[in-house]
């Protein structure tokens, strides 16, 4: 499996799962997340959730900020700012603290506001 832990240029460490790897199973970070591989289970963050644009997720997603950029099937829990980007592709329900849809996204579900 290809999670590793960087600092990125702005000195604030953070988790990747790279492109070409699948997890089958449930993801903790309590740092910032980014998912260029495949997921097929619960991810739980302390922090922000990237979703790459050639991410698939299957399953639910709880943090507290996300960017999806890919293919996400399942429920998100974000307790501020989700930002669906123009190549998102999301299928389920949203509770969230605030939303942001580029367009071109598709967002198929609905979104409850906390």
Do not use: W
Request: negative net charge.
């Amino acid at each position: 499996m290809k999670i590793y832990k960087d600092s990125n240029s702005s000195g604030i460490a953070h988790n990747a799962l790279a492109l070409g790897t699948k997890v089958k199973g449930n993801i903790q970070a309590e740092e910032d997340l980014r998912i260029d591989g495949k997921v097929e289970g619960i991810i739980e963050c302390a922090g922000k959730v990237v979703i790459g644009p050639q991410a698939e997720i299957t399953g639910n997603i709880h943090c507290t900020n996300a960017d999806l950029m890919g293919t996400v099937n399942g429920n998100l829990s974000i307790k501020e700012t989700l930002s669906m980007k123009v190549t998102c592709v999301f299928t389920g329900d949203v509770v969230a603290g605030s939303l942001e849809i580029e367009p071109g996204a598709i967002f198929n579900g609905t979104c409850k506001m906390q």
